[in-house]
């Protein structure tokens, strides 16, 4: 299943879209190759999809609005789950890799997704910004040169000639893009590395400093007996995959 990329920007920050989002995907995928319940009602979403009544009914408004689903019939009697995908290729996001074992489970790959999206935009400017500095064919290099210009254009970059620097990313940043606090964006990677979507590094530095003996020292986070500690943000790699699914072909759509 594919899914339009701007369903995942247009949602962050707000969990309550997120969770229509992901009841939305979470119907088609028990409805399958159709995307009509006819004469529907809670019970009969229930049924079928196994949905709670409660839930159903609290998120169709909101789905409604957003343009997930619609109704027809003469008496609006019939639940059309609307395309989620775009004819666009590159405008895609493959969610094969989502857990479709309940809504909750799709709501939880949707968040992890939202989160992995961050490393992938990250690697896509590193990857074009390799291929404008030092690339291996030419046409690599006029196409990588342009794209380097629209993402300063756009702000992503301050200027042509900057050089990539990964800084990690901290667990603040995923809580802005979720909506939700640290502690739940600490929960949706440890999600994503179980479900081995990506690999986490844990960026520490040590300095040796005889006697300090656990004292506070300025600009280290802790210290111990000898040595002083320094925490950076967690750097982590996409299994390719699930890179493939983020990317997609979406060159020019970040």
């Known amino acids: ?33 159709s995307s009509t319940i006819t004469n ?17 009914l609290r998120y169709l408004p909101l789905m409604v609005e957003m343009e997930l689903v619609s109704f027809a019939g003469r008496h609006n009697e019939h ?45 896509y400017i590193k990857r074009t910004l390799q291929a404008a500095h030092d690339p291996k064919h030419s046409d690599d290099c006029k196409a990588a040169r342009r794209e380097v210009k629209r993402l300063v254009k756009n702000g992503t970059l301050k200027d ?38 990506v690999k986490k590094t844990v960026n520490i530095i040590q ?7 656990f004292t506070d020292v300025p600009g280290y986070d802790f210290t111990t007996k000898n040595n002083g500690y320094e925490l950076k943000a ?6 390719p995959s699930v890179a493939r699914s983020l990317t997609n072909n979406c060159a020019g759509s970040y």
Do not use: H
């Not at 962050?12 to 939305?24: F, R």
């Not at 529907?40 to 159903?56: A, E, L």
């Open 207 to 213: 300095t040796f400093m005889r006697g300090v003996m």
């Open 79 to 123: 639940l059309v789950i609307n395309r989620l995908s775009s004819k666009t290729k590159m405008r895609n996001i493959d969610v094969a890799k989502f857990c479709y074992k309940s809504f909750t489970e799709v709501y939880r790959s949707l968040r992890a997704f939202i989160v992995l999206l961050i490393q992938s935009r990250k690697d």
């Open 40 to 56: 529907y009602t809670p019970n009969k979403v229930r049924t079928m999809t196994g949905v709670c009544q409660k839930t159903f």
């Open 160 to 197: 042509v000639n900057e050089e990539y620097k990964e800084y990690g990313t901290s667990y603040k940043r995923m809580a802005k893009e979720t909506g939700n606090c640290e502690r739940t964006a600490e929960n949706i990677v440890k999600y994503a590395i179980k479900k081995r979507w």
């Open 234 to 239: 967690n750097t982590y790699r996409l299994m």
């Open 1 to 33: 299943m594919k899914i339009r990329r701007r369903y995942f920007s247009d949602v962050k920050g707000n969990p309550q879209q997120q969770k229509a989002v992901s009841l939305a995907i979470y119907l088609k995928s028990k409805l399958g190759r």
